[in-house]
Structure formats: structure tokens, C-alpha cells
């Protein structure tokens, strides 16, 4: 029978104070642009200034937990899954400090109350006012809306960097010649990452992390476990701010930390794409 994992009530990393944090380590089976499915594929800590976190710290106890129907991990059992974009809405739920109740899924047996509030049978999904959103783009853009404390919304200009990487990734992942250029077109992007983040850095907007940021790191953690599994491959030394952006300031950050998957669920999910 399907079973949905017990639900965790879990504090933000800015109220440990208030409630010890529930850790997870975390690691993708199917993913589309916005969501992870079963049988599709398209797919620091917190630093602030003391009154930044009062500020937190009252959002959090004013604020009821969220409802976040998320990817189970397909290797261990009670631990989050290998879904990016489900980590998306995590970050910033992480980032933004508020507090959630997150159910794991196991999408490859999908309990039918799952199917009927996500009838794609996807995630992530969470819960609004009594109504199930589904897809990251329309889940980060309410919290945004609704929870515009501290403010994450990348600015247009600077929204689209970066964006490329993800699917370049997946072509040099999935090629079988070393020859067609997929090697050369993701260390394109990446180069032109790293020309962004000299001089832009060390965030995509700047000294604050933003909602471009939540997309792209756990993507990037995807690009390294993956790469380095399948290919023996790691983004070059002759690329150090790409590098310093992923364990520096992404990577290190106590949010990442607490929502990444683990490296086995990262390299099980990606085996049928990669061996076919």
C-alpha cells in the first residue's frame, strides 16, 4: 500500500532557540523543469544582524507551519529525496524562517489523498490559505508574496544568470561521445558564471543571497555528485568563483545543510538517465 512518511514539524534554522532543529541529510529521481515526478524528466550558516533575527524570530511564532508535500528519499528511509526543485522551496522556506510540516513522498508508490491534491502526482506541493500549489516557480513567488520578510526576489536583470547550466549539464551527463561539444557548452555557462560572480558576487545580486541563488545551488549540487560519479568530472580550477559561489556560499550555508539530499539518492536518481 502507499504510505505518505510521517509528517516533521520543522523550525527554521534562525528559531533553533525556540525548538531544536529536526536534521535531515539529504541527496532525484525524475525531474521537470519546476517539479519532480516519479516516471517524467524535464526536468553559513544564517548571518544577520541581531534585530533581523527578533524580526525571524516573530515571523516564525506568528506564522503557522506550512504544509510541504516533498520527494522521500529512495535510499534511506525518513530522509528527504533527490529533487531540486522541492529543495528550492525548502531554501527558501529555510531562508525566509518559516515554519513548516514537511511530508515525504514516495513517489514511486503515490498514496491516492497525494494524487488527489497533485493530480500529476508531482512535488513539491504546499498547502495555502486550504489550497494545495504545486510547481517551485508559483510556490517561491507566493511565499515571496505573501512573506516579503527578508526579501528574496532577484532582480530581473540578474534573475536569468546562470540559467543555462542546468540543462547543459544534463546533455554532457547523458552523452556517450566526448566529442559532440556538451563538455564545451556547460564550461561555457559555467565560465560565464564565473565572469558573473567575479564581479558581481558572491551572490548572483550581490552581497544577499536571493531567489536565484535557492534554484541554482541545488542544481549545482546535482552537476557535482553526478558529474563526479558517472564522468570523473569537477568544475576546473580555471573556474575558482564558480567554485567559491558552490561551497563557499552556497554549499556552507546551514539552510543547504539541512534540505540537500543525500549523495546516494543524487546518484540512484540520475542512473536511469545516464546507463538508459
Known amino acids: 500500500m502507499a504510505t ?65 508535500c516533498v520527494k522521500a528519499s529512495i535510499t534511506v528511509p525518513n530522509k528527504l529525496g533527490d529533487c531540486p526543485f522541492c529543495q528550492r522551496v525548502l531554501l527558501t522556506l529555510e531562508e525566509k524562517r518559516l515554519p513548516y510540516d514537511l511530508k515525504l513522498v514516495d513517489l514511486s508508490n503515490k498514496p491516492e489523498w497525494f494524487l488527489e491534491i497533485s493530480s500529476e502526482g508531482k512535488v513539491p506541493v ?31 536583470d540578474k534573475s536569468s544568470v546562470g540559467s543555462k547550466i542546468f540543462s547543459t549539464f544534463i546533455a554532457f551527463l547523458k552523452s556517450k561521445d566526448p566529442n559532440d561539444g556538451t563538455e564545451q557548452a556547460l564550461l561555457s555557462e559555467l565560465s560565464s558564471f564565473d565572469s558573473h560572480i567575479k564581479e558581481n558576487g558572491p551572490f548572483i545580486n550581490g552581497k544577499e543571497i536571493s531567489a536565484a541563488d535557492l534554484s541554482l545551488g541545488p542544481k549545482l549540487y546535482h552537476l557535482e555528485i553526478a558529474l563526479g560519479h558517472y564522468k570523473n568530472w569537477s568544475v576546473p580550477d580555471s573556474l575558482p568563483y564558480v567554485k567559491s559561489y558552490m561551497k563557499q556560499s552556497i554549499f556552507s550555508r546551514e539552510s543547504f545543510a539541512k534540505t540537500r539530499a543525500l549523495p546516494e539518492d543524487v546518484i540512484a536518481g540520475w542512473r536511469p538517465k545516464v546507463l538508459g
Open 126 to 156: 504546499v498547502k495555502f490559505d486550504e489550497q494545495w500549489v504545486a510547481d517551485s516557480d508559483v510556490i517561491t513567488q507566493t511565499l515571496e508574496e505573501k512573506y516579503p520578510n527578508p526579501p528574496l526576489a532577484t532582480p530581473p
Open 4 to 68: 505518505l512518511m510521517s509528517g516533521s514539524r520543522v523550525q527554521p534554522a534562525a528559531c533553533v532557540v525556540l525548538s531544536s532543529s529536526i536534521k535531515h541529510h539529504l541527496g532525484f529521481n525524475s525531474l521537470r523543469r519546476s517539479n519532480c515526478s516519479f516516471s517524467h524528466f524535464h526536468h553559513s550558516s544564517f548571518s544577520f544582524r541581531r534585530s533581523g533575527a527578533r524580526r525571524a524570530l516573530s515571523v516564525s511564532m506568528s506564522v503557522s507551519p506550512l504544509e510541504a
